[in-house]
Structure formats: C-alpha cells, structure tokens
C-alpha cells in the first residue's frame, strides 16, 4: 500500500481547492470545523455570501482576538463580524433557506461518502453521542452537496465506499468530493475520476477507494498552491 | 395591560415537576441564562428540555441538567467547548436523548405555534431518523412525516421589551427565540430592557406580545461563553 504521508493534500489545500469552484455572489453553507475553512481561499475577485444555521446570512471573518461578540457567532458557535449587507433571522426562516433550495452550495465533512452519493458524516454508529446539527437538512436541500475530506481514515481505509456503514445522513446527495488526493464527481455512474495530485498514480488512488473510479474524460492535474493552514 | 414580572424568580415560579420547557439560545448566543438559573433555584424536577444543543462548563442548560432537573432532552447537536456535564449524565442513563436535525427541530416548533400537527420534509430521508415514519412522494421526491412540538413553557432571551411583551432581539441571538415563544402554553422572556409602549418601533417588533405571557428585566445579562472562561458553576 502506497504511503501518501508526503504526498497528500494539506486541510487548507482541500479547502483552497473547494473554493476555486465558488461562484461570485453564491449562496454557501459551510459545515462547522475542516469546512469553515473554505471560506479563506475564495477566488480573487468573487465573494461568496455565506449562509449560518443559527440565523446569519453574509457575515464576514472572525473578529480579532478580545473583539468578539457572543451574540455575532456562526453555527460553529465561533464569533464573526457584520458586513455591509448582513440580515439576521430566526431559526425557522434560516432553514426555509435550506430546505426551500434556496443555497447553491453546502460543503461538509464526511466520514463515508458512498458511489451513489450517500454520505455519512453525523453518527460513528454506537460507541458515541450523536449529534447531527443541520447536517441532515443541509444535504437533501443544497442545490449542490460537496464534502471536503482526507481520501482515507487515519487507519489507511478508504473514506469513499461502495456502500456507507455507518448511520446517514443523506442518501444520493454528494455531487462532488475534494480529497487529499483527487476531485472525483459521484453521478449515475458512481465515482468519476476528474483531477488527481501528480505524485499518485490511477491504479493507486484506485488502492485507497472502496468503489470503482470511472473516467469520463481527461483526468486533470490537482495542483494547489501552499497554502498556509 | 402590564405583563412585566419583576423578578426572574417570580417569572418561573409557576413551572412545575414534569413540564416540556423549550429554552431560547444557541449555543451561549440567545440563551436566557438568568431564567435558568432561577428555574434552577425553583426546584422543578423531572422536566423534558428542548434546546439546540446540551450546554456548556456548568452554567445555564449545562447547570440545570448537572443538577439532575431534566429527564429528557430534545436536542440537534449535544455538544460544545465542554459539554461534559451532559455527556456524564447521557452515560449514567439519567439523561434520555431525543436527537432531532436542527431544521427539522426549528420547523416542529413553528408548527407547534402555527397550529400545523405535522408536515412532511426532505430531511433524514433514508436514514435512522426516520424511521417508523410515515413517508410520502411528492411530485416525484420522498419526504418523510413530522409531527409539532409544543410546550407547556418557553424560556426566552429577548434585547428590547415592552409591557405589551412586544419583543426584539440582537444579532444572532435571536435564533430559537421568536419560534419557541409562539409554541409554548407559557412563555416567559427576559429582557436586557424593558420600555415603555411605543418606545419600540411597530417596524421593528420581531415577537408581537400576544405570544409572549411575562416578561422580565435582566439589564447586562451574563454570557454563557465569559461564564465558562472565568469557570463559572452554577449555583
């Protein structure tokens, strides 16, 4: 089995690399944790307009250090800063935005995304307190889900699966995924190979995932900048 | 008519053992802390508690819950910068979870105040939630069947407050806060201040007063995230 200590993305180049695909003016939901870190690496000249459970939309970067307002906070419960064009909104309206289909994007984390789409990513099954936050919501509604994640668990197996074991949280959601290694599309055909980092060869990505990789095209180059994390 | 109550206290003094109390907030942002800690002070036991989440340190929620008042919790995400208190009670079987998704938890308790006994929606389609409930195809997709949730009290944090118990919120905190106060029987707000009729702009009212039974002032109130910094534990 390839190590891929060496070669693997950095959380902050999965995150650069998710966000080069942010429109201008996007509607974007932001899981809490690895994927809050999307919005650091928007594209020069596009802003998306990022969308918090707890009942913000278009909210700006944390505020410095002793400048925080607990009443300003995103789903992460992490203090933000108002923006010029800021609203605020109660819980029952800020998932009208979700589940309405009203966000073009929603990024999460996963610990298993499946060839047809499920994802898994709420529940390590018994030995933990669940805790699904707006996870559940976010992934049927999004017009587009993608997951942000490391391409294997810490113990070397594959995070993209045939079929998810453990509790969903979606079923046929994710559309694309960004990992450590490769940009891979989920559609009818199951995983569709579409960037892959030059330092890994097809038949080796193919080692580290539980499902076929098909090709529908050239497979591109995932090259990202160093990113600082 | 006055709906003002002059001490936290007096405000929920009427709740009893056994009662569904819905309390505003997430996280710190919107909780009404002082309420707690008053309902703490009072004594009711064996309460069924809906909150986004399971508290933080030993403050608030997390305080109520360490002092082996709640039952029951209807929750979307128990966990926080420290959520060891629940996480210990879960353990020892005092506590029963009742893990709902964060819109789905919003949209039942807006149709508890709407007078809607239940919905269907595209959320924990497929999945354990689920299950055992109805599911029905609408134009082609699957939705699964959602019941309302009511309770008998709201505990609620609101900024501006009149005697009417017209309400506004701050920034984020609002949250929770607007949904519960109309799917309770009773719902109590406290107020960071309390003015005069007519000192709110109508335009600006978010809670008009008929949702709302009492009020009461809490001028600086404590924010559960300083609380937990300077190691707060209640009482």
């Given at each position: 089995?390839?190590?891929?200590?060496?070669?693997?993305?950095?959380?902050?180049?999965?995150?650069?690399?998710?966000?080069?695909?942010?429109?201008?003016?996007?509607?974007?939901?932001?899981?809490?944790?690895?994927?809050?870190?999307?919005?650091?690496?928007?594209?020069?000249?596009?802003?998306?307009?990022?969308?918090?459970e707890?009942?913000?939309?278009?909210f700006?970067?944390?505020?410095?250090?002793?400048?925080?307002?607990?009443?300003?906070?995103?789903?992460?419960?992490?203090?933000?800063?108002?923006?010029?064009?800021?609203?605020?909104?109660?819980?029952?309206?800020?998932?009208?935005?979700?589940?309405?289909?009203?966000?073009?994007?929603?990024?999460?984390?996963?610990?298993?995304?499946?060839?047809?789409?499920?994802?898994?990513?709420?529940?390590?099954?018994?030995s933990?307190?669940?805790?699904?936050?707006?996870?559940?919501?976010?992934?049927?509604?999004?017009?587009?889900?993608?997951?942000?994640?490391?391409?294997?668990?810490?113990?070397?197996?594959?995070?993209?699966?045939?079929?998810?074991?453990?509790?969903?949280?979606?079923?046929?959601?994710?559309?694309?995924?960004?990992s450590?290694?490769?940009?891979?599309?989920?559609?009818?055909?199951?995983?569709?190979?579409?960037?892959?980092?030059?330092?890994?060869?097809?038949?080796?990505?193919?080692?580290?995932?539980?499902a076929p990789?098909?090709?529908n095209?050239?497979?591109?180059?995932?090259?990202?900048?160093?990113?600082?994390? | 008519?006055?709906?003002?109550?002059?001490t936290?206290?007096?405000?929920?003094a009427?709740?009893?053992?056994?009662?569904?109390?819905?309390?505003?907030?997430?996280?710190?942002?919107?909780?009404?802390?002082?309420?707690?800690?008053?309902?703490?002070d009072?004594?009711?036991?064996?309460?069924?508690?809906?909150n986004?989440?399971?508290g933080?340190?030993?403050?608030?929620?997390?305080?109520?819950?360490?002092?082996?008042?709640?039952?029951?919790?209807?929750?979307?995400?128990?966990?926080?910068a420290?959520?060891?208190?629940?996480?210990?009670?879960?353990?020892?079987?005092?506590?029963?979870?009742?893990?709902?998704?964060?819109?789905?938890?919003?949209?039942?308790i807006?149709?508890?105040?709407?007078?809607?006994?239940?919905?269907?929606?595209?959320?924990?389609?497929?999945t354990?939630?689920?299950?055992?409930?109805?599911?029905?195809?609408?134009?082609?997709?699957?939705?699964?069947?959602?019941?309302?949730?009511k309770?008998?009290?709201?505990?609620?944090?609101?900024?501006?407050?009149?005697?009417?118990?017209?309400?506004?919120?701050?920034?984020?905190?609002?949250?929770?806060n607007?949904?519960?106060a109309?799917?309770?029987?009773?719902?109590?707000?406290?107020?960071?201040?309390?003015?005069?009729?007519g000192?709110?702009?109508?335009?600006?009212?978010?809670?008009?007063?008929i949702?709302?039974?009492?009020?009461?002032?809490?001028?600086?109130?404590?924010?559960?995230?300083?609380?937990?910094?300077a190691?707060?534990?209640y009482?």
């Open positions: 089995m390839i190590d891929i200590t060496d070669i693997k993305l950095s959380n902050a180049q999965i995150a650069w690399r998710a966000a080069q695909d942010i429109d201008d003016g996007a509607y974007v939901n932001l899981g809490i944790g690895f994927p809050e870190m999307v919005a650091r690496f928007q594209a020069e000249g596009k802003q998306a307009i990022f969308h918090t707890n009942g913000v939309l278009d700006g970067e944390a505020p410095k250090p002793g400048e925080e307002d607990w009443d300003l906070i995103n789903a992460g419960k992490k203090a933000v800063t108002l923006r010029p064009g800021t609203s605020f909104f109660h819980h029952a309206d800020s998932f009208a935005m979700v589940r309405g289909g009203h966000l073009d994007v929603a990024i999460l984390g996963a610990y298993q995304v499946a060839q047809n789409g499920d994802l898994a990513n709420w529940s390590t099954g018994k933990g307190i669940p805790a699904v936050g707006g996870a559940m919501d976010l992934v049927q509604s999004a017009k587009r889900v993608a997951v942000v994640t490391d391409h294997v668990t810490k113990n070397g197996a594959p995070k993209l699966v045939d079929a998810c074991t453990l509790p969903l949280t979606g079923v046929g959601c994710v559309t694309r995924i960004y450590s290694l490769a940009v891979i599309d989920v559609d009818v055909a199951g995983f569709v190979l579409r960037e892959k980092i030059s330092a890994i060869s097809t038949d080796e990505l193919q080692s580290l995932t539980g990789l098909h090709a095209g050239p497979v591109q180059k995932l090259i990202c900048p160093k990113v600082l994390a | 008519m006055d709906k003002t109550i002059q936290t206290a007096e405000a929920v009427q709740i009893p053992d056994g009662a569904t109390v819905m309390i505003g907030g997430f996280g710190g942002s919107g909780a009404p802390i002082e309420l707690i800690h008053a309902l703490i009072q004594g009711a036991k064996h309460l069924t508690v809906v986004n989440n399971a933080n340190g030993h403050v608030g929620l997390a305080a109520l819950i360490e002092q082996g008042r709640v039952d029951k919790l209807i929750c979307s995400f128990p966990r926080s420290d959520p060891s208190v629940f996480v210990e009670s879960y353990w020892a079987g005092k506590i029963k979870l009742d893990i709902v998704p964060q819109g789905t938890l919003a949209e039942r807006r149709a508890g105040g709407a007078g809607i006994p239940a919905f269907y929606t595209p959320t924990a389609f497929g354990d939630v689920a299950k055992g409930k109805p599911v029905e195809v609408f134009e082609g997709r699957s939705y699964v069947q959602e019941r309302w949730l309770a008998d009290f709201a505990l609620i944090k609101a900024d501006l407050g009149d005697p009417h118990g017209n309400l506004t919120y701050r920034m984020a905190a609002r949250n929770f607007p949904i519960m109309t799917a309770a029987m009773t719902t109590i707000a406290q107020v960071s201040q309390l003015v005069g009729l000192a709110i702009d109508p335009e600006r009212v978010i809670t008009p007063g949702f709302v039974a009492g009020l009461t002032e809490v001028p600086n109130p404590a924010q559960e995230e300083e609380l937990n910094w190691e707060a534990i009482p």
